[in-house]
């Protein structure tokens, strides 16, 4: 199912006053693109890991659901929002394991070029996550345009619009959050 980004912002705005009815209607709209952000996710685990596609979707919906106090601004604000809960889903899913393990199968999530450093850089999510969370104290529009883009699989026109910046500081952001976190990541190697 096609709808405008109109018509999900202005399903997402009446959701937020209060609308249930608008929520039913948004879900069927929104939830093939919720599933592929989650599989997005899902893929770049380390193959063998237990969280399958399904689990961190409904997690994610759930607590979409139970958003209170939220005022939707857009369709790529929700998605950004959504791409925010499913990576603290996989980070306290990833935390869990290794210490249940005690460090052991901790869970890994690749990179590449495209999506962030580069195609050699395999991360522990905690640790990625550790690392915007500093990135994050020294620049946090730069954590941000991380989190939409690599997490949230937005584009940088929808980064922009989300972040309320010119898609230009947007590709400045990135280009420097990559160069800061292949450095930060390969510090924690």
């Known amino acids: 199912m096609t709808a405008s980004d109109n018509e999900v912002t202005q399903l997402l705005v009446a959701w937020g006053h209060g609308d249930q009815t608008a929520l039913g209607q948004l879900m069927p709209l929104v939830y093939s693109e919720l599933h592929r952000l989650a599989h997005r996710h899902i893929k770049k685990e380390r193959p063998g890991h237990t969280l399958q596609t399904s689990a961190l979707l409904n997690e994610a919906f759930v ?5 209170r106090d939220v005022h939707w601004q857009s369709r790529a ?13 996989l980070v306290d899913y990833a935390r869990s394991r ?3 393990k005690r ?6 999530v690749s990179f590449d070029e495209e999506l962030i450093v580069s195609r050699q850089l395999s991360a522990d999510v905690v640790e990625l996550h550790e690392a915007l969370n500093k990135l994050a104290a020294i620049d ?3 954590s941000k345009v991380v989190e939409l ?4 699989g ?4 929808e980064s922009a619009e989300v972040l309320g ?11 420097l959050a990559k160069a800061w976190l292949r450095l930060a990541m390969r510090r924690t190697e």
């Open 63 to 67: 607590r979409l659901v139970d958003q």
């Open 77 to 89: 604000h929700f998605f950004a929002i959504a791409a925010q809960m499913m990576r603290r889903i």
């Open 98 to 100: 290794r210490y249940a």
């Open 103 to 108: 460090g052991g199968d901790a869970r890994q």
């Open 140 to 142: 946090e529009r730069k």
């Open 149 to 152: 883009k690599f997490f949230g």
């Open 154 to 157: 937005l584009s940088i026109e």
């Open 165 to 175: 910046v010119s898609p230009g500081t947007v590709m400045r952001d990135w280009t």
